[in-house]
């Protein structure tokens, strides 16, 4: 089914992939191999599975949205987790969420992100006669949710900077590796039901008519998109925390690479781009530069280019 | 009072007026016509000092207009462009009122509160004075625009397709305040596209075409079926209809 | 315009209330007039400089972008100002706090000048691509920011410049806020010409006014109103997208006539949202920036959705 021209950036991603993550487990390792192996092998891993959520999710929102510029991350749904997060803690109090355990916090809070990321989707994509707007509005829910989770930090724990202030960026190098399997498995389940959709994702590119026209349920499907979209987010946000721009520049560069609409290829393609990116800064930011905290910045600093270029280029009109 | 000579102007950089030498007098009421592209509304902007010709030279009353400060400009000459956006919320009476701004700095003396409601009457104005300018229709903001060049109590008055979103009473009104403030002396050039009202209220027409002068002169030279089939490259009639000219494609 | 005698008998009734309310408790003695004078009042005048000042460097950006949902806190004014300042302060530690003020200046006007430029190259058919390609122009420059304070453990310092707070404020380290209060009174005078710049660069010369002149002259207003801000206090958001918007919606944009009612109305809402701050949580304080975060956003989503005003 794929030919030779499709099959080449994806062999080309593989090895791009794979390398960095060579490089990764293996760069400046010192001491028992055992040990390192194993201790990176699982940070290696957290990555793999945020770096496919965010991938997978970005192009299917895209899809359903039917634009380049959008991103669930840009519509606000991080900040939206990490509301969630913030609001279950002010209700239950800090003892009675620790004692949900963090399994059972990431089923609640993902199951609530479910129904606030539809609801919301749902009431802005009804009116979205102009996409400047939505995108606006999307960028200023994101707004509110992030300056209503300080308030409510504030509210919890007067003295806390340190929550406030680890909300506001993604950490790639402190992942939360207690929730990794779960996550995990969440992500594979998401990516098998997304894998099995490609067909049906490519029509819906197409748009609403041309997709009802070939008979496709598009309503439908673009609601279990979304749905599915949104358990990703949960998935990638609850390991690291919010990133705004990474899927924007995650996507462009899938885009420009793959030369195709076809999600088969689409998909897969922008996973494996996504995991070099995320694993191969770590690798260089972390082992080569030494730096410690600051790959989330570049990534989202880079990604921002990307925004303002696709806009200034017309993508968004 | 406007005079070019050897006049080109360049947009984007691409000359589309080339060495054109024409005057705009007091005390007439000049238009100008051609097809889509001649170069009517660049030439206009030259004239009103908003693009700087690329060779050539323009004069207001004798004297190179660059060197004219521009707030001394702007009391003797007044130009509306096409499609002006007007981005803040005001109100017509506000807008009409900067038309002021020229000569009071924006503190409106009694003088020119009496110019802002002669103009606002003058365009049919009076009752929409204090509506926001986008609570009204494309016409009375057409018409609030075009008051407030007149509150400039300009010499030169320049227009650039003010009939544009009016209604019929209005083209009327619009052509009959051009004509007065000619025939009391200021020298007034608007750009038109409808020959029929050009032949009707101009006393001087300049048809360009592809950014040169095509043809000049009194309507009754100018607005005939060879000189006009000729500019727009299509058969046009001209009919005398009550001693009035008419223009009509077949 | 009855509403500006209201606005201002609102904003003393609010000033009373300021100079009131606070952790220590106010007496008629010496004490108690000694903490007014070193902490409630400094703090009141603040809040008030800075509201007003904000609301007008907004409603100024307003008539320079034309577009009415930028402003200096989200369109990168604010976020240039905090990386010169974090650049200043990697260069030279121990620099003169009025050295680091040039500085964050400095950098403002660039940027808030890079983002006039970047919106000429914006279709003038999708206004609303201005402010979104100011926030993230804004957020852009807050990366590089964050990317130098993580890197050089100045993240503390972060956190202070960009979200703005009145609780440090005191006699003696707030009075670079009246340099700010100063170019507020100096917009007034220039309220025409700003209203003028607002219908465009040809409209502008028609009229007779040097347009780059109006235009250097709201840049530096913008630029320095905000640097000061941020510096002095930290970055307030959405008080000059809120209030010149409401202001507008109610009485248009002729600002010879309304800018007293947005200053006005800037600092009644910074007032407020600092009294707000204080009494949430008491005895602690929520900082005015992420209360203003909150109410701001909510109005914004509100403005970008609500019908247009009529009247």
């Given amino acids: ?317 | 009072m406007i005079e070019t000579q050897s006049l080109c102007v360049s947009l984007g950089g691409a000359q589309v007026v080339h060495d054109i030498d024409l005057t705009v007098e007091r005390g007439r009421l000049t238009a100008l016509v051609g097809p889509n592209g001649a170069g009517k509304s660049t030439l206009l902007a030259a004239l009103g000092r908003l693009v700087p010709p690329a060779a050539g030279a323009i004069r207001v009353d004798g004297t190179e207009i660059g060197r004219i400060p521009s707030p001394d400009l702007a009391r003797r000459l007044a130009i509306l462009r096409q499609n002006a956006v007007i981005a803040p919320r005001l109100s017509v009476a506000d807008l009409v009122g900067f038309g002021r701004y020229p000569h009071s700095g924006g503190r409106l003396t009694a003088q020119d509160h009496d110019i802002v409601r002669d103009c606002l009457a003058d365009l049919d104005l009076t009752d929409l004075a204090g509506r926001y300018l986008d609570t009204v229709s494309g016409g009375q903001r057409q018409r609030a625009l075009i008051a407030m060049t007149l509150a400039q109590t300009p010499d030169a008055l320049l227009l650039d397709e003010p009939l544009n979103n009016l209604d019929l009473s209005h083209v009327r009104r619009v052509m009959a305040v051009a004509r007065a403030r000619a025939e009391t002396g200021a020298a007034v050039a608007v750009v038109l596209h409808d020959l029929t009202v050009a032949a009707r209220h101009a006393d001087h027409i300049v048809a360009l075409k592809s950014g040169r002068v095509f043809a000049s002169g009194p309507p009754e030279e100018v607005v005939t079926p060879e000189i006009l089939s000729a500019l727009y490259d299509t058969p046009l009639e001209v009919h005398d209809i009550a001693g009035k000219r008419v223009v009509l494609t077949v | 315009m009855t509403s500006t005698p209201a606005a201002l008998c609102g904003l003393l009734a609010l000033s009373l209330v300021s100079l009131a309310v606070g952790v220590g408790t106010l007496s008629a003695d010496a004490e108690g007039l000694w903490l007014v004078a070193i902490s409630r009042a400094p703090r009141t005048a603040a809040a008030l400089l800075t509201g007003a000042g904000l609301a007008v460097a907004g409603v100024i950006m307003q008539m320079l972008a034309r577009n009415r949902f930028v402003e200096p806190a989200t369109a990168g004014t604010g976020q240039a100002a905090g990386l010169g300042l974090v650049a200043i302060t990697l260069l030279a530690p121990a620099a003169a706090l009025w050295l680091k003020m040039a500085g964050a200046t400095a950098a403002a006007l660039i940027g808030t000048a890079g983002f006039l430029a970047l919106v000429r190259r914006l279709p003038p058919e999708a206004p609303l691509l201005v402010p979104l390609t100011g926030i993230v122009y804004g957020g852009i420059l807050g990366a590089a920011t964050t990317f130098l304070a993580f890197e050089r453990d100045l993240m503390q310092y972060i956190d202070i410049w960009m979200n703005g707070e009145f609780s440090g404020v005191m006699l003696g380290r707030y009075e670079f806020l009246w340099i700010s209060g100063a170019l507020t009174a100096l917009a007034f005078a220039y309220a025409r010409r700003f209203t003028i710049a607002g219908m465009g660069e040809e409209a502008s010369t028609g009229l007779g006014l040097d347009y780059r002149r109006i235009m250097a002259l709201g840049l530096a207003i913008v630029s320095i109103v905000t640097a000061v801000t941020v510096v002095t206090v930290g970055l307030v958001p959405f008080v000059g997208l809120v209030v010149p918007n409401i202001v507008s919606r109610m009485r248009g944009d002729n600002l010879a006539a309304t800018l007293p009612l947005v200053a006005l109305s800037g600092a009644g809402l910074v007032l407020a949202c600092d009294i707000l701050g204080r009494v949430l949580r008491y005895p602690f304080e929520v900082p005015v920036g992420t209360i203003l975060g909150v109410l701001g956003a909510a109005v914004f989503l509100w403005l970008l959705h609500a019908r247009p005003a009529r009247g």
């Fill in chain 1, 1 to 317: 089914m794929r030919g030779p021209p499709v099959a080449k950036p994806l062999v080309l991603a593989g090895l791009a992939c794979a390398l960095a993550c060579g490089l990764f487990l293996t760069l400046g390792a010192r001491g028992d191999w055992g040990f390192v192996l194993a201790f990176r092998g699982q940070k290696l891993a957290a990555l793999l599975v945020v770096a496919t959520s965010v991938a997978w999710s970005t192009i299917v929102f895209q899809t359903v949205t039917g634009n380049r510029i959008l991103t669930p991350s840009i519509m606000g749904f991080d900040a939206l987790y990490l509301l969630i997060q913030t609001a279950l803690v002010f209700t239950l109090g800090g003892v009675g969420f620790a004692a949900l355990g963090q399994r059972l916090q990431f089923g609640i809070e993902t199951a609530l992100m479910l129904g606030a990321a539809l609801a919301l989707f749902a009431a802005l994509l009804r009116r979205s006669d102009d996409l400047g707007r939505l995108v606006l509005t999307g960028i200023v829910f994101g707004i509110l949710f992030r300056s209503l989770s300080s308030l409510l930090n504030r509210l919890i724990d007067p003295s806390e900077f340190a929550v406030v202030q680890a909300a506001s960026f993604a950490r790639f190098n402190a992942v939360n590796t207690d929730l990794l399997w779960i996550a995990a498995a969440t992500t594979t389940v998401c990516v098998a039901l997304l894998a099995r959709r490609s067909a049906r994702l490519d029509v819906i590119a197409l748009g609403r008519e041309t997709a009802i026209g070939l008979g496709v349920d598009h309503d439908r499907e673009a609601r279990r998109a979304m749905a599915l979209v949104a358990v990703l987010v949960s998935v990638s946000t609850a390991l690291v925390g919010p990133v705004v721009f990474f899927g924007l520049l995650v996507s462009a560069l899938a885009h420009a690479a793959a030369g195709t609409w076809r999600h088969a290829v689409l998909l897969p393609l922008a996973a494996l781009i996504s995991a070099t990116v995320l694993v191969g800064s770590q690798t260089i930011f972390e082992r080569v530069l030494a730096l410690e905290t600051s790959v989330a910045v570049v990534i989202e600093g880079l990604g921002g280019l990307v925004f303002l270029a696709l806009v200034l280029k017309g993508a968004a009109r």
